[in-house]
């Protein structure tokens, strides 16, 4: 049965999602094609109708959803980002959550168009909360950036650090809470 290219792109358009999703549960290595697959409805067969390789939907799912982080973030600010990211809730939420959290360990190792993705993902967030970021009038050139920089890789580290501990160590919660703490406070030097 022939299938028109609207429906085409809408089913390529759900494997992406799906892949995004499973990715940050599972890792790139933690599922294959066929399990890629069967959870977004579809037969194995079908995959390379819409991609030529896993390597190329790692990279278009990436960059779906670090776009979507990014959509989320620009209606915040800087101290609602903070809250909202450095949390249990998003700490819990692997699948759902943020894919630099779930997912930049595993891209290191990956090829340069998936760093490229994870790229520009990045700095997207940075000058997307840069342009947030309270800076008095005597700040230096550069400075919101620095700090983003800074706050963005705790923010990572922090969620990170916290999953890696079992869900309900105290060691988890303190990593958030200590990490948090910081990150507020900062944002009034």
């Keep these: 049965m022939r299938v028109s290219k609207a429906q085409a792109q809408a089913n390529r358009e759900h494997i992406v999602e799906t892949a995004s999703v499973v990715f940050r549960e599972r890792g790139f290595d ?4 066929a399990d890629l697959m069967a959870a977004a409805g579809f037969t194995h067969g079908g995959f390379y109708k819409h991609f030529a390789s896993k390597a190329d939907l790692m990279a278009e799912a990436s ?3 670090l776009a979507h982080s ?3 973030a620009e209606a915040l600010s800087v101290k609602d980002f903070i809250d909202l990211y450095v949390s249990r809730e998003h700490r819990d939420r692997r699948a759902t959550g943020c894919t630099m959290a779930a997912l930049c360990g595993d891209a290191a190792r990956q090829s340069g168009d998936l760093k490229s993705a994870f790229a520009e993902g990045i700095e997207h967030m940075l000058q997307t909360l840069g342009e947030k970021y309270p800076t008095g009038p005597d700040a230096a050139p550069g400075e919101a950036r620095q700090k983003m ?3 963005l890789a705790r923010a990572v580290g922090a969620i990170t650090l916290s ?3 079992p869900d309900n160590s105290a060691l988890a919660d303190e990593i958030l809470a200590v990490c948090h703490g910081q990150m507020i406070e900062s944002l009034s030097e």
Excluded: Q
């Design 30 to 33: 933690g599922v294959g094609v």
């Design 63 to 65: 960059a779906n959803s």
């Design 70 to 72: 990014l959509a989320n």
């Design 149 to 151: 920089i800074d706050l």
């Design 163 to 165: 999953r890696a501990c």
